[in-house]
């Protein structure tokens, strides 16, 4: 079915150190002393949480609520007590903390009810819905929630699933697709019917012979539309882009998504995650992740989601010379900050660092503009011309030359003679992009605020002006006829003479709106007082009486 | 000779005519320099700059009336800016209008706040909602730190606080860079 395979441009070939944890079996992890499962499961969203401390929760209960279209629900990894809800270190770049629920397990793993989800009796939204509860998302990269990913399910002819596992140390997916090969197959049918896809292409690495021969005796079992294929070995072969590239010889541009050319990439292990929710009702509560590097006992773990990363590296056993670990791949993995984090979705490696395996970087030196790092580099750009602008701090510029097209692979930096960590310079030009873009949208929201309340007072003021003016029109209107009538009963004297002074009327008017205010007092009565008890009613009239003495007295103060 | 005068005479009617024409249908309202300035400006409102809001102090800096170093919530980078649009000299923040400080957000302390509406006045932005006798808080997200509701509380329940990082407002660092001494 796929008659020829297309490449991509640059790219790298490190060493790959898979053998190190890809010939033994995935293993169940023990049940941690307890799970710190974080609220937030991505930059982008924060899940509601709906336990409190001291409650009692099953596996798989829902105990985050997702929040906005990208939210997903999270869940117990295992049954136990919540007890607490407290800010911990999370599994980012920053090492900052956030909002997330502890549980101690209770040793009985119990679950809730788990009822398969029928997805065809029921409408799309439902079944992403149904996702989205389960609290799917993506495994392999940034962790996009996978109902946003599967869109509205239209104009996507291809779906590409993820098996490549490109970086060096990383043997996860290799394990998952040789140990659960119909599973991620029949997860992948799933999502291809529900993004509504022609065919099914599943990109592995050539360097996983095992898994491909695994995945092609399940994938012969559903029909044509599936085809397994062995990509080459070339880093960074499971880049999005570049594996459809290879699979499809579809050549994205800068700036543009798989989606616009009708096609949508999912990695195994979501695809997997996918067919337990559907076809056991089980959210997602654990992973498999590699431990290596720098111990004893290489290897993957099934993981919950939750445990503690200390915890887990105790079943490999680092060795002493360690000094700090890596979680992800060397290439595009980040330095932990504290082993207090947890494992999340995306956790796919652990591996731990020696100076002997992984050697501090020889000191950066000036660029030479030899060009080494474009001819690597997988998106087609200027890595060194980047660097300059990301090093000048002309971001304007740095965007101008695509930098938002930079998938932050390494292989640039992977290549340069120089040693400069061009990636560093390049995450730190766009997150100061992205501060100054937050920046602009709040000063714009505050010019209009106060625009607005510019406005609003000028209008406020006007309209209390035109207010005043119609009434003062209107009383001068009354001022004749009010005049007339006051000079009538109060003062006949006034009367007699035809045209009274201004001075005059109103003094008249001033006297008539006595006599009106003096009529309102004395005509008002309370209203509630038909149905009053006795007692009231004596209790009103002491009052009343009182009122009376005070008012007489006043009055007698009063010269 | 006539025809030549009479061809010129038409196309300079002509010509004349549209530039009128263009001059009155695309008039750009407002102050192009104006804007230009004000889109610099943080947009804190706090007076600070001594002008009753970042537009006025635009306005002013355009008149030439105001120097380009007397608002401290732009800061170096806003002065920097603004010498870049100007063509002026760089010049340090000028002192007597105040230093630069992180950006915060106005916190009221609920407890204490006794609903006298004070603050929702001297709010450029509309930050806080409440009502008379009733409690006040602020929208932090809508808040520009101008510290302007801070005075006018009888009862000292508004302070200002720092931004926290939060993942994110978290940015990377620069990086930190040794170039090897020559051996
Ligand atoms: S590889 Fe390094 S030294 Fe060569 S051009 Fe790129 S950044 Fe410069
Ligand atoms: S990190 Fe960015 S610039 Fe460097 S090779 Fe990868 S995509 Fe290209
Ligand atoms: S000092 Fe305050 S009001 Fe003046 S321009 Fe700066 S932010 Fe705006
Ligand atoms: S809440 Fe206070 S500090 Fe914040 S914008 Fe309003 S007046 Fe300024």
Same mark, same amino acid.
């Given at each position: 079915?796929?008659?020829r395979l297309?490449?991509?441009?640059g790219?790298?070939?490190?060493?790959?150190?898979?053998?190190?944890?890809?010939?033994?079996?995935?293993?169940?992890a023990?049940l941690?002393?307890?799970?710190?499962?974080?609220?937030?499961?991505?930059?982008?969203?924060?899940a509601?949480?709906?336990?409190?401390?001291?409650?009692?929760?099953?596996?798989?209960?829902?105990?985050?609520?997702?929040?906005?279209?990208?939210?997903?629900? &999270?869940?117990?990894?295992?049954s136990?007590?919540? &007890?607490?809800i407290?800010?911990?270190?999370m599994?980012?770049?920053?090492?900052?903390?956030?909002?997330?629920?502890?549980?101690?397990?209770?040793g009985?793993?119990?679950?809730?009810?788990?009822?398969?989800?029928?997805?065809?009796?029921?409408?799309?939204e439902?079944a992403?819905?149904?996702?989205?509860?389960?609290?799917?998302?993506?495994?392999?990269?940034?962790?996009?929630?996978?109902?946003v990913?599967?869109?509205?399910?239209?104009?996507?002819?291809?779906?590409?699933?993820?098996g490549?596992?490109?970086?060096?140390?990383?043997?996860?997916?290799?394990?998952?697709m040789?140990?659960?090969?119909?599973?991620?197959?029949?997860?992948?049918?799933?999502?291809?019917?529900?993004?509504?896809?022609?065919?099914?292409?599943?990109?592995?690495?050539?360097?996983?012979?095992d898994?491909?021969?695994?995945?092609?005796?399940?994938?012969?079992?559903?029909?044509?539309?599936?085809?397994?294929?062995?990509?080459?070995?070339?880093?960074?072969?499971?880049?999005?882009?570049?594996?459809?590239?290879?699979?499809t010889?579809?050549?994205?541009?800068q700036?543009?998504f798989g989606?616009?050319f009708?096609?949508?990439c999912?990695?195994?292990?979501?695809?997997?995650?996918?067919?337990?929710a559907?076809?056991?009702?089980?959210?997602?509560?654990?992973?498999?992740?590699t431990?290596?590097g720098?111990?004893?006992?290489?290897?993957?773990h099934?993981?919950?989601?939750?445990t503690?990363?200390?915890?887990?590296?105790?079943?490999?056993?680092?060795?002493?010379?360690t000094?700090?670990?890596?979680m992800?791949?060397?290439?595009?993995?980040?330095?932990l900050?504290?082993?207090g984090?947890?494992v999340?979705?995306?956790?796919?490696?652990?591996?731990?660092?020696?100076?002997?395996?992984?050697?501090?970087?020889?000191?950066?030196?000036?660029?030479?503009?030899c060009g080494?790092?474009?001819?690597?580099?997988?998106?087609?750009?200027?890595?060194f011309?980047?660097?300059?602008?990301?090093?000048?701090?002309?971001f304007?510029k740095?965007?101008?030359?695509?930098?938002?097209?930079?998938?932050?692979?390494?292989?640039?930096?992977?290549?340069?003679?120089?040693?400069?960590?061009l990636?560093?310079?390049?995450?730190?030009?766009k997150?100061?992009?992205?501060?100054?873009?937050?920046?602009?949208t709040?000063?714009?929201?505050?010019r209009a605020?106060?625009?607005?309340?510019?406005?609003?007072?000028?209008?406020?003021k006007?309209?209390?002006?035109?207010?005043?003016?119609?009434k003062?029109?209107?009383?001068?209107a009354?001022?004749?006829?009010?005049?007339?009538?006051?000079?009538?009963?109060?003062?006949a004297a006034?009367?007699a003479?035809?045209?009274?002074?201004p001075?005059?009327?109103?003094?008249?008017?001033?006297?008539?709106?006595?006599?009106?205010?003096?009529?309102?007092?004395?005509? &008002?009565?309370?209203?509630?007082?038909?149905?009053?008890?006795?007692e009231?009613q004596?209790?009103?009239?002491?009052?009343?009486a009182?009122r009376?003495?005070r008012?007489?007295?006043?009055?007698?103060?009063t010269? | 000779?006539?025809?030549?005068?009479?061809?010129?005479?038409?196309?300079?009617?002509?010509?004349?005519?549209?530039?009128?024409?263009a001059?009155?249908?695309?008039?750009?309202?407002?102050?192009?320099?104006?804007?230009?300035i004000?889109?610099?400006?943080?947009q804190?409102?706090?007076?600070?700059?001594?002008?009753?809001?970042?537009?006025?102090?635009?306005?002013?800096?355009?008149?030439?009336e105001a120097?380009?170093?007397?608002?401290?919530?732009?800061?170096?980078?806003?002065?920097?800016?603004?010498?870049?649009?100007?063509?002026?000299?760089?010049?340090?923040?000028?002192?007597?209008?105040?230093?630069?400080?992180?950006?915060?957000?106005?916190?009221?302390?609920?407890?204490?706040?006794?609903?006298?509406?004070?603050?929702?006045?001297?709010?450029?932005?509309?930050a806080?909602?409440?009502?008379?006798?009733q409690m006040?808080?602020?929208?932090?997200?809508?808040?520009?730190?101008?510290?302007?509701?801070?005075?006018?509380?009888?009862?000292?329940?508004?302070?200002?606080?720092?931004?926290a990082e939060?993942?994110?407002?978290?940015?990377?660092?620069?990086?930190?860079?040794?170039?090897?001494?020559?051996?």
């Amino acid at each position: 079915m796929i008659s020829r395979l297309f490449n991509f441009r640059g790219g790298v070939k490190p060493e790959s150190h898979k053998t190190e944890s890809s010939g033994t079996p995935i293993d169940q992890a023990p049940l941690p002393k307890r799970l710190v499962i974080p609220l937030r499961q991505s930059i982008r969203s924060t899940a509601r949480c709906l336990v409190e401390p001291g409650q009692k929760v099953l596996k798989g209960e829902h105990i985050g609520q997702g929040e906005g279209s990208l939210g997903t629900g &999270v869940h117990a990894s295992t049954s136990g007590t919540v &007890v607490e809800i407290a800010p911990y270190p999370m599994a980012h770049a920053s090492g900052l903390e956030t909002l997330s629920v502890v549980i101690a397990p209770d040793g009985e793993d119990r679950w809730i009810d788990r009822v398969p989800f029928d997805y065809r009796k029921v409408s799309r939204e439902e079944a992403l819905g149904w996702l989205r509860s389960c609290g799917i998302h993506g495994m392999g990269g940034a962790g996009f929630p996978t109902h946003v990913k599967l869109g509205s399910g239209t104009g996507i002819d291809t779906l590409v699933i993820n098996g490549a596992e490109c970086e060096p140390w990383i043997t996860c997916d290799d394990r998952l697709m040789r140990e659960r090969a119909a599973g991620v197959l029949s997860g992948a049918m799933i999502l291809r019917e529900l993004i509504g896809a022609r065919r099914v292409l599943v990109g592995i690495e050539d360097n996983k012979p095992d898994a491909i021969e695994r995945m092609r005796a399940a994938a012969s079992t559903i029909g044509d539309d599936v085809a397994v294929v062995a990509v080459p070995t070339l880093y960074p072969a499971g880049g999005e882009k570049q594996l459809i590239r290879v699979l499809t010889g579809i050549e994205i541009p800068q700036g543009k998504f798989g989606t616009d050319f009708g096609v949508q990439c999912f990695n195994v292990g979501t695809a997997h995650a996918v067919h337990r929710a559907i076809h056991f009702g089980e959210p997602l509560l654990s992973r498999i992740v590699t431990l290596t590097g720098n111990v004893a006992h290489p290897g993957n773990h099934e993981v919950l989601l939750g445990t503690q990363v200390a915890e887990l590296l105790a079943l490999a056993g680092p060795k002493a010379d360690t000094d700090r670990y890596i979680m992800g791949g060397p290439m595009m993995g980040i330095e932990l900050q504290s082993l207090g984090v947890p494992v999340t979705a995306t956790t796919n490696c652990i591996i731990a660092a020696s100076p002997t395996l992984f050697p501090p970087p020889p000191p950066e030196q000036p660029c030479i503009r030899c060009g080494e790092c474009a001819r690597a580099c997988p998106a087609d750009l200027q890595p060194f011309e980047l660097y300059w602008f990301s090093r000048a701090k002309n971001f304007g510029k740095a965007q101008e030359y695509h930098l938002f097209d930079c998938i932050e692979c390494g292989c640039c930096a992977y290549v340069c003679p120089s040693h400069i960590p061009l990636v560093d310079y390049f995450r730190f030009s766009k997150g100061e992009i992205w501060a100054r873009e937050r920046e602009r949208t709040a000063s714009d929201q505050a010019r209009a605020r106060f625009e607005f309340r510019n406005f609003r007072q000028e209008r406020e003021k006007a309209e209390k002006a035109a207010k005043l003016a119609a009434k003062a029109a209107e009383t001068r209107a009354k001022l004749p006829e009010a005049a007339a009538t006051a000079a009538g009963t109060a003062a006949a004297a006034v009367a007699a003479e035809p045209a009274a002074s201004p001075e005059d009327l109103k003094k008249a008017l001033v006297a008539a709106a006595l006599a009106r205010a003096k009529q309102q007092k004395a005509a &008002v009565t309370p209203k509630n007082t038909d149905s009053l008890s006795a007692e009231t009613q004596a209790e009103i009239a002491a009052i009343d009486a009182r009122r009376e003495k005070r008012n007489t007295q006043d009055a007698d103060k009063t010269p | 000779m006539l025809t030549a005068i009479l061809i010129m005479t038409g196309i300079a009617i002509v010509l004349g005519a549209a530039l009128g024409y263009a001059s009155i249908r695309f008039k750009v309202a407002g102050d192009p320099l104006v804007e230009k300035i004000d889109a610099i400006l943080p947009q804190t409102q706090c007076g600070q700059c001594g002008y009753p809001g970042c537009k006025p102090y635009a306005q002013a800096i355009s008149n030439g009336e105001a120097d380009i170093n007397q608002c401290p919530p732009g800061g170096e980078e806003g002065i920097r800016k603004l010498a870049d649009l100007l063509g002026r000299e760089v010049k340090p923040l000028s002192e007597e209008h105040g230093t630069e400080k992180p950006k915060s957000v106005a916190r009221i302390d609920e407890q204490v706040c006794i609903g006298c509406t004070l603050c929702i006045q001297a709010c450029p932005v509309d930050a806080i909602v409440g009502a008379a006798k009733q409690m006040h808080t602020v929208v932090a997200p809508l808040c520009t730190g101008c510290e302007l509701c801070v005075a006018p509380c009888p009862v000292d329940c508004i302070s200002m606080a720092p931004l926290a990082e939060t993942v994110e407002t978290w940015k990377w660092k620069y990086p930190v860079h040794e170039l090897r001494s020559a051996a």
